[in-house]
């Protein structure tokens, strides 16, 4: 059976192409990286403090053999193996993690893109320029033997070579990937990007959706669904009309898994709609975090394990794993065991499914098939209607979460609140104006060092007093598009807070993170299941794009900001003197 499955996901990696859905693999049967006993010793032994690390480590024989030392090593200790027999047992069989990756310099990297020019601020121009350096120590290639051994690896092959978003995430991720490629963009690098969008092409072919990240325990949840606005970006960027008509067809079925397997009718003022939500239909701990899923499960009854479980990677799928906002509605709302994602409809997934729908339109149009194109235009006015009726709140003036079982709207703020602005997806100019007045209401822009996660402190990554950057985007994005010179102005405040937070801590630690503490004047995230990560992509991306929108106004700190006086007049004196 293993060897069987393996062996079709070789075949897949080789160009045989599936014809139906039916003939799909189940999302990942590994019995070392997804379920099984040898799983299941080894992560709660906790021989690492990272469950991930195991799951990552390839192997260094094939499985079934692996699998038949495990079973005779269990049998002689009876089921419980002592710790150290395990460790042992452990390094004779994996290999160290990292093995199955290489450093790869992008070829289309080169010094000096355009952009750079643009930033006035010396400081941030030369810190602009170190991180469009970091796309080559974030740049991965996967090594041949993944191709030909692909049983011996959790790691997903991958054709071509990308950039991921650093630390313990060695692998690239879906929604990551969105912003990585904005930055690459700038960064003049069509060509990576090209690549990585190729990959996760191969994998809505091979999976039928776009798995969380490119590892097989990866296989039974999504991310975010930002596919066809990557390709957007790139035929934007590149005009490669021959490369979108020939994935157009693997776009639309991207999104009919969202259909498929994620839509969710919803009653409201006696009508009826279809919006999407996040689920997951299978139980078990996740492999990566699985000591955590699995104590954390067992302080349930038995029965209600598994749709603990699910939620849990159902909260994993919508990227913010884990926040107050799937917590929201339960018995304990300060407690992971009341973890409920698939009982809410997100604002966020719903706006970028809306935006897909709509750039999916414009595709058709633009390749000749306009009977595609009203089809995807139907879909997304439906959607424009679903979520102005069930989740937009006119008292309020922003759109909230909606809580399926209780009937009503999460009205607590979060970033994600805004995600119809960035996207897009409202008809209403006054929206804009009415979801500023929300945001000042909120208390937000009293924050200066980043948008909080949410307002609440649970100790959740996905929580105050965290500061994310894709987040920071979908608002600021949103306001920038307003034609309201208010709302244009706000957004380049907050542009230049984040920036700012960004940028004294790179001057401290010389790096970059996965996110931010804004609670202390600014400094590396925290809380959450791991510890916080150096790199990093997405925020690497989002920073380039903000400096690139802003870089004529932008300033690295108060001591460039403020120019003494007898400074400003040299300067002004230097200025009027003849060249
Ligand atoms: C093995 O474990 C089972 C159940 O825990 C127990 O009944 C049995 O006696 C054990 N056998 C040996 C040989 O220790
Ligand atoms: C793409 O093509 C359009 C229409 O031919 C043209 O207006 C536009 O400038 C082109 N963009 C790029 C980046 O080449
Ligand atoms: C989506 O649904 C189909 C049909 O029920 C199923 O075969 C497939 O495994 C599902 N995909 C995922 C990732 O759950
Ligand atoms: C439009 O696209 C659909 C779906 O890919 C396809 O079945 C149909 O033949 C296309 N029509 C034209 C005119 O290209």
């Known amino acids: 059976m293993q060897g069987r499955t393996w062996g079709l996901r070789l075949l897949l990696l080789l160009g045989l192409r599936l014809g139906s859905q039916e003939a799909l693999p189940p999302p990942c049967g590994s019995q070392i990286y997804c379920h099984g006993e040898l799983l299941r010793q080894v992560q709660m032994a906790k021989l690492y403090q990272d ?41 004779e069989h994996f290999r160290a993690v990292g093995q199955e990756l290489q450093p790869w310099t992008p070829e289309d990297w080169r010094d000096s893109p355009q952009f750079l020019q643009k930033i006035l601020d010396p400081r941030l121009r030369a810190w602009a320029g170190q991180l ?21 690896f959790s790691l997903i092959y991958s054709r071509h070579p990308f950039i991921v978003p650093g630390g313990r995430f060695v692998e690239f991720y879906y929604w990551d990937s969105y912003w990585v490629m904005e930055g690459l963009l700038l960064s003049e690098m069509p060509e990576t990007v090209k690549g990585m969008l190729q990959n996760f092409l191969d994998l809505v072919q091979t999976y039928g959706h776009v798995p969380n990240g490119a590892r097989v325990y990866y296989l039974q949840r999504s991310q975010p669904p930002l596919l066809t606005l990557m390709m957007d ?27 498929k397997n994620r839509s969710i009718s919803v009653s409201s003022g006696g009508k009826s709609y279809i919006l999407n939500h996040y689920e997951v239909p299978y139980g078990g701990p996740r492999p990566e975090s699985y000591s955590k899923d699995a104590e954390l499960a067992a302080t349930l009854l038995e029965g209600n394990r598994d749709t603990l479980l699910a939620e849990l990677k159902a909260s994993a799928e919508s990227g913010w794993d884990f926040s107050s906002r799937w917590l929201v509605g339960g018995p304990n709302p300060s407690s992971l065991s009341s973890i409920r994602t698939s009982k809410l409809v997100p604002v966020d997934l719903n706006a ?23 089809k995807y ?82 100790g959740q990554q996905w929580d105050f007093p965290n500061a994310w950057a894709p987040l920071q985007d979908l608002v600021i994005r949103g306001l920038a598009k307003s ?70 106004r932008l300033s690295s700190g108060a001591q460039t900001a403020l120019l003494a006086p007898h400074c400003l007049a040299a300067a002004l004196l230097l200025s009027l003197l003849p060249q």
Not at 133 to 152: F, I
Request: proline content about 4%; some cysteine; glycine content about 6%.
């Open 51 to 91: 469950d991930k690390q195991f799951v990552d480590m390839p192997l260094s024989s094939a499985p079934d053999q692996v699998l038949r030392h495990f079973r005779e090593l269990a049998q002689t200790h009876n089921l419980s193996i002592p710790r150290q027999e395990l460790q042992m047992f452990v390094q």
């Open 233 to 259: 970006r790139y035929v934007a960027h590149t005009n490669d009309t021959t490369f979108l008509r020939d994935h157009i067809e693997t776009l639309a079925s991207e999104l009919d898994f969202w259909t």
């Open 483 to 552: 034609p309201s010179a208010k709302a244009q102005e706000v957004a380049f405040q907050l542009a230049q807070n984040w920036i700012r937070t960004n940028f004294d801590v790179y001057s401290k630690k010389s790096a970059m993170y996965e996110k931010y503490d804004i609670s202390n004047g600014g400094q590396p995230g925290g809380g959450g299941e791991y510890e916080v990560q150096e790199g990093f992509g997405w925020t690497n991306g989002v920073a380039l794009m903000l400096l690139d929108r802003y870089g004529d």
């Open 352 to 374: 970028f499914l809306c935006q897909a729908e709509g750039l999916m339109s414009n595709f058709y149009s633009r390749l000749g098939n306009d009977s595609e194109a009203a």
């Open 132 to 152: 469009h350096q970091l796309w080559k120590k974030l740049g991965k290639k996967v090594k041949p033997e993944v191709l030909s051994h692909p049983e011996q």
């Open 377 to 458: 235009r139907n879909l997304r006015a439906e959607r424009m209607a679903a979520l102005k009726d069930v989740l937009w709140d006119e008292d309020k003036g922003v759109w909230f979460d909606y809580d399926l079982e209780n009937e009503k709207k999460n009205l607590e703020f979060y970033p994600s609140n805004f995600a119809p602005l960035w996207a897009g997806c409202f008809s209403d100019p006054d929206d804009v104006d009415k979801a500023l007045k929300y945001l000042e209401d909120s208390r937000i822009l009293t924050y200066q060092y980043g948008i909080p996660t949410s307002l609440q402190k649970t």
